[in-house]
């Protein structure tokens, strides 16, 4: 092989060496974007969760004092039924809303579980996944 074939066989595989580079680091911008994404997704989520549980806990301490204050007569009966839906749609939204939470929880499992590929940047310790409980 002459001496101009080798110089321009070692330009491309320079070349390639550069571009490999390039897309390396730009791999590794994108991983660490969608890390910190999922983090904050998982941050989302545990505020949704923390505060559907606080409202599915409170609903029978409402519920009760609803239908005591009607019972004793301190409301009157409009008010009583109109609060009482106005409960019920609270409770059907929370059932939806705990629907979402395990769709979302699943698809970022799935995505937890995905093997990392060659040449992909490792999670920080800051996001190695989520917190597993909302407390």
Do not use: C, H, W
């Not at 890390?35 to 606080?54: F, N, Y």
Request: hydrophobic share 35%; proline share 6%; no cysteine.
């Amino acid at each position: 092989m002459s001496e101009v074939g080798i110089d321009k066989v070692m330009a491309d595989i320079n070349s390639f060496r550069q571009r490999l580079s390039m897309l390396r680091e730009e791999l590794g911008r994108a991983n660490r974007a969608m890390a910190d994404k999922m983090s904050q997704l998982g941050e989302t989520l545990t505020q949704r969760v923390r505060d559907l549980r606080d409202q599915v806990t409170n609903a029978p301490q409402n519920l009760l004092a609803l239908e005591s204050r009607f019972m004793s007569g301190d409301m009157p009966e409009q008010e009583y039924k109109s609060t009482r839906e106005e409960y019920r749609n609270q409770l059907t939204k929370n059932l939806r809303n705990i629907d979402e939470i395990r769709s979302l929880l699943l698809i970022m499992s799935q995505l937890d579980a995905r093997p990392s590929g060659p040449g992909q940047v490792p999670q920080g310790p800051g996001m190695m996944g989520r917190p597993s409980s909302p407390d």
